[in-house]
């Protein structure tokens, strides 16, 4: 291995003002090209009074028309009718702007053979023009067709241009609408990850509803929801095991997904261990258009932040059958850091393959790169020695210029689902990641002086890592009848396997840092590292899960699961090798009431067990964090679920959850925790998601919580226990459809911690603050848009209180990226 790392082996981009103009000029030599159908043919439209009058906004690409169909009915709600042999042989107009879904319909067969039959307020029918010829159409509006696919509600939300989705199966495992859903639940949509340009797995999570976010540096930014860790991640429903922000998966790329949905609350029927925080789960994009469609994007910001994307799909059989879809996107940026810059890019590649109508067989990979360059580690001092706060300035670095911090990511993954004539489903998943890290950095300790500036402590640190973990699981979903209703049943098993070796390398014969007021943090000598020492983990999970909604009544439905997890870990640290076994069953019991069509009351109950990766000062494991989880809410929806609203009260009680002590586990550079036990958190929270007008896209979501030990002493006191996040856009009618304007606000309270200097303990505080963002689009025609986004819009100067390391981090300052795109 190499002094600079796996960047510089494998080829990693480095910073350069060259390479930013051959980026740049690649994407101004790029063509993009709009292929429309013809204009002209009359439609036919027997029942226009029962049309529905309220106009949604419409962003759907040219594609096949059953593609376009299902697209159009995520977006309204409608169902449509069509024969297969329509399917199979038309391809769609585009469709964009604001208009009613009868209007959206016939844009979309215009041109073509097709022609369109409103049949019901929320249904249509679409028909060969020969075949309204021959009097398909019936005097009163209805539609006589023989082998007839119905398009409703789907998963997918790229193109429907909503800021909430008809379904999703997170909590539960099975596909149920947010309403019907016993959980909180919130999903960030393409359309919202579009609007607010959350281009990073931490921008997502630091608007979403109920989750605070702790960013240590520009690289490690850890997640928590109702005061506890985050770190359960699935990928389409794939749990994986998330080892630490070492590795640089809170900051990967979001071109690639579809949209992200999170629970807040315990998730162990589906994730292996009941996380009392919650699950977030990365719905990936796939090629469901059987034409050529894309879309090319270049993008430049402050600091320098040129961004590159691309998004291809195409058929790969003549039919359409195989599909293929290539992601790929660059970035290169500074920093609001004196010399900081980074350089990351993503590859993605997925085929689609129906090998027959009823089963689709996916494989894909992912491979994303991140390099840093002289990075901080860590914050900033806090405190001099005698307890008076130090005057820091946003952009100081701490870091020589020898720090580094590359991380490469590689995951293969492929499912093969299998649909029945009964509407049972079997899906089996196979994924396999391969993580790897490298960094040689420079953490600041200390009190200074506030005369002399002596007191600041280095310590320099170089470590490598590696990871790779195998996940098999298989699942079956179906319907049932029992007593003359009808239920549905869920049921699987899972496999998980992580191999983790880590090697870390000491500092002999380092230099001081005399005084912190004249120190050159980019001329410190890099120091002489000691011989590495190894670490090896291996985490093994096996787990077998079933779980059923049963139909009590019309109103009432009752969902009730059970998994059973096994876990076995095993290190090996300097030949000292510790172990650990364990088996638990952790229920599930959930209800909801439906008081009319539009509001529905809900309870769970979910006990918790979760695995740990965090460490004692020993670094031995801590014991698995066990406890429960209840919480009951009540949910609206309307306007056919394309708005959603929820309230919620929760209360979790924890033994064993991992506390920071302050210190670091000697020889390594993770920090120590102890288990806290009898920790009680409650609270409130609420989210209301959608479309509240047409054109007007709104998320609103606040949260209120306490967490206590079993003494009464508040406990994660860095964490705020009130947020509030709003994010709305605004596209209007007539003239000015072309324009989408908008704007939000995040507000967080107070958050602190006592630290103890010479002169005493202070209380090292965060008053409560907002941050304010705008953004604006204007799309020139059907292909070319630009975007405009600011965050931080008032310069807002805030920090954020590192516990672990008694430090802060400041955020960023006022920020503005201007996007142009192309779509073909």
Do not use: C
Not at 90 to 109: F, N, Q
Not at 297 to 314: A, H, I, K, P, Q
Not at 343 to 358: C, E, F, Q
Not at 807 to 819: E, N, V
Request: proline fraction near 4%; charge should be negative; glycine fraction near 10%.
């Amino acid at each position: 291995m190499s002094d600079r790392g796996i960047a510089e082996r494998k080829g990693i981009w480095t910073a350069s003002a060259d390479r930013r103009t051959k980026q740049i000029a690649a994407v101004l030599l790029g063509s993009t090209i709009v292929a429309h159908g013809a204009l002209g043919i009359p439609l036919i439209d027997r029942a226009s009074a029962q049309e529905a009058a309220q106009a949604v906004r419409f962003s759907i690409p040219a594609q096949p028309l059953s593609s376009a169909v299902d697209a159009f009915s995520r977006a309204t709600g409608w169902q449509v009718g069509y024969p297969s042999d329509i399917a199979r042989s038309t391809t769609s107009r585009a469709v964009s702007g604001t208009m009613t879904p009868g209007e959206a319909l016939r844009r979309m067969v215009a041109g073509t053979e097709v022609g369109v039959s409103v049949t019901g307020p929320t249904s249509a029918a679409l028909v060969s023009s020969a075949a309204a010829e021959d009097g398909a159409i019936a005097e009163d509006g209805s539609v006589m067709l023989d082998m007839v696919t119905v398009e409703g509600q789907g998963e997918t939300t790229e193109g429907t241009g909503a800021y909430t989705t008809p379904q999703m199966g997170t909590a539960v495992g099975l596909p149920l609408s947010i309403k019907e859903t016993p959980q909180s639940v919130s999903v960030v949509t393409r359309q919202r990850l579009e609007d607010q340009r959350l281009d990073s797995t931490a921008d997502v999570l630091k608007t979403t509803t109920g989750i605070q976010v702790q960013e240590w540096d520009s690289q490690r930014t850890e997640p928590f929801s109702r005061g506890f860790y985050l770190n359960t991640f699935q990928y389409d429903g794939v749990p994986v095991n998330n080892l630490d922000a070492m590795y640089g998966e809170h900051r990967s790329d979001t071109l690639q997904y579809d949209h992200v949905e999170v629970l807040r609350g315990a998730s162990g029927l589906l994730t292996g261990t009941g996380n009392p925080s919650g699950a977030i789960n990365f719905v990936r994009k796939h090629a469901d258009s059987r034409v050529l469609t894309g879309e090319v994007t270049t993008s430049y910001g402050s600091w320098n932040d040129f961004r590159e994307t691309l998004d291809v799909t195409t058929p790969l059989s003549g039919d359409g059958s195989v599909r293929g879809r290539f992601i790929g996107s660059f970035n290169d940026r500074e920093s609001f850091r004196d010399r900081e810059d980074s350089a990351s890019g993503l590859l993605y590649g997925i085929i689609d393959a129906d090998l027959t109508p009823d089963t689709r067989l996916s494989v894909g990979a992912e491979h994303q790169r991140r390099e840093l360059n002289d990075n901080i580690w860590s914050g900033l001092l806090p405190y001099f020695s005698d307890g008076t706060r130090t005057d820091f300035s946003r952009s100081f670095n701490t870091a020589p210029d020898w720090a580094f911090w590359d991380t490469e990511n590689t995951t293969v993954f492929g499912s093969l689902e299998h649909r029945f004539d009964n509407d049972w489903v079997v899906d089996v998943d196979a994924t396999h990641l391969m993580r790897e890290g490298e960094a040689k950095l420079l953490y600041v300790s200390g009190q200074p002086d506030p005369i002399t500036g002596a007191g600041a402590e280095p310590w320099p640190a170089w470590f490598h890592h590696e990871a790779a973990q195998t996940v098999l699981s298989a699942k079956i979903t179906g319907p049932y009848e029992l007593f003359g209703r009808q239920h549905e049943f869920f049921s699987g098993v899972l496999y998980d396997h992580t191999h983790e070796d880590y090697i870390y390398h000491g500092a002999t014969n380092f230099a001081p840092i005399e005084s912190i007021f004249d120190w050159s943090p980019a001329s410190y000598p890099e120091p002489e590292w000691a011989k590495g020492s190894l670490r090896v983990q291996k985490i093994e999970q096996k787990g077998a899960y079933a779980a059923t909604r049963i139909s009590l009544t019309d109103a009432l439905n009752v969902i009730g699961g059970l998994r059973y997890t096994q876990y076995d870990t095993w290190q090996d640290r300097r030949s000292v090798v510790s172990e650990q076994s364990d088996g638990r069953a952790t229920p599930y019991i959930g209800a909801t009431y439906d008081l009319n069509e539009t509001y529905s009351l809900y309870a769970s109950y979910t006990s918790v067990f979760r695995l740990q990766n965090e460490r004692d000062i020993r670094d031995d494991f801590l014991e698995p964090v066990t406890g429960s989880n209840t919480e009951a809410g009540v949910k609206g929806s309307w306007f056919d679920e394309r708005l959603n609203a929820s309230v919620a009260v929760f209360r979790t009680l924890e033994d064993n959850v991992a506390i920071a002590t302050g210190e670091r586990i000697p020889g390594t550079t993770q920090f120590a925790y102890r288990p806290g036990q009898g920790i009680e958190t409650k609270g409130v929270e609420g989210e209301v998601s959608g479309e509240l007008l047409p054109g007007w896209n709104l998320t609103l979501g606040g949260t209120y919580f306490e967490s206590r030990d079993g003494e009464g002493v508040e406990v994660n006191t860095t964490l705020p226990r009130s947020i509030v996040r709003l994010f709305t856009t605004y596209t209007p009618e007539g003239n000015w459809s072309n324009l989408t304007i908008g704007g939000g606000v995040n507000w967080q309270g107070e958050t602190y911690l006592p630290i103890t200097t010479a002169a005493g303990t202070s209380r090292l505080t965060q008053s409560d603050y907002a941050t304010v963002s705008l953004m604006a689009r204007y799309d020139f025609n059907e292909t070319f848009s630009g975007q405009l986004n600011v965050e931080n819009l008032f310069d807002k100067k805030f920090v954020q209180i590192l516990e672990g390391d008694e430090q802060i981090s400041f955020g960023a300052p006022r920020r503005a990226l201007f996007r142009l795109s192309a779509k073909f």
